[in-house]
């Protein structure tokens, strides 16, 4: 299809591990990225992959990419209360103009 | 550093009038310029993009518009707003140049349009 697939909602407790998957469309994608979107603002760059990587990791952060199956993901580790916010994955479509095209986000919501 | 800004933060506007959100960009030039809207509950929608001066593509077909008179200004419009125009409006940045762009998008902190 034509979308970037993102579950809509994760719960996950204060403390434990989170993980949010992404299927995207375009093999083709150089750059796939996640953005974080806390209540009321703006889309803040979190991190990105290039494609010809497996794996990146930034801290709490790690991104896997398997290329295969289209198919990205963000784990936070240790996850805090200010994490609690929307997750967005983005590719690039270099055969679309190089538009950065949007899932419609993950809710990732901690439970104490 | 480069900087987005965004104005206003919120408006409320009734049906049929008139529209003008601004966004500017600092600190660098000749960046490729876009609008995304967020409708509640939903994903971002790009509804316009420019790779410089003049230069406006548009992604949806609807009553709103876009414009850069500016190198770094880009500006979204209505002639008449309507009630299904409400949403979150963000404006981006990225890098601009030849080639594949490999440059992430830049969000403004966005604006809140309520149409009454």
């Known amino acids: 299809g034509e979308d970037v697939e993102q579950s809509l909602f994760l719960s996950v407790r204060e403390g434990d591990s989170s993980v949010i998957n992404c299927t995207y469309t375009?093999?083709?994608?150089?750059?796939l990225y996640w953005y974080k979107q806390e209540p009321g603002a703006g889309l803040q760059l979190l991190t990105y992959?290039?494609?010809?990587?497996d794996m990146k990791q930034d801290q709490r952060l790690t991104v896997l990419l398997n290329k295969k199956d289209k198919h990205l993901s963000l784990r936070i580790a240790d996850t805090q209360t200010g994490d609690s916010a929307i997750y967005f994955c983005?590719?690039?479509?270099?055969?679309?103009?190089?538009?950065?095209?949007f899932g419609k986000g993950t809710r990732l919501h901690i439970l104490p | 550093s480069q900087t987005i800004h965004q104005w206003p933060a919120t408006l409320v506007q009734p049906v049929g009038s008139p529209l003008s959100l601004e966004c500017t960009v600092e600190?660098?030039?000749?960046?490729?310029l876009y609008w995304y809207r967020q409708a509640a509950g939903r994903g971002l929608q790009l509804l316009f993009y420019?790779?410089?001066?003049?230069?406006i593509s548009s992604e949806v077909p609807q009553n709103l518009s876009a414009s850069r008179p500016q190198d770094r200004q880009f500006i979204l419009s209505s002639k008449k707003l309507l009630l299904s125009d409400s949403g979150f409006y963000l404006c981006?940045?990225?890098?601009?140049?030849?080639?594949?762009?490999?440059?992430?998008?830049?969000f403004g902190n966005g604006t809140r349009l309520t149409v009454t």
């Open positions: 375009d093999s083709s994608s150089t750059y």
């Open positions: 600190g660098t030039s000749n960046p490729n």
């Open positions: 420019s790779v410089g001066i003049g230069q």
């Open positions: 981006a940045w990225a890098r601009g140049g030849q080639g594949i762009n490999n440059s992430p998008l830049h």
């Open positions: 992959i290039f494609s010809n990587m």
């Open positions: 983005a590719e690039i479509r270099p055969n679309r103009d190089d538009k950065i095209i």
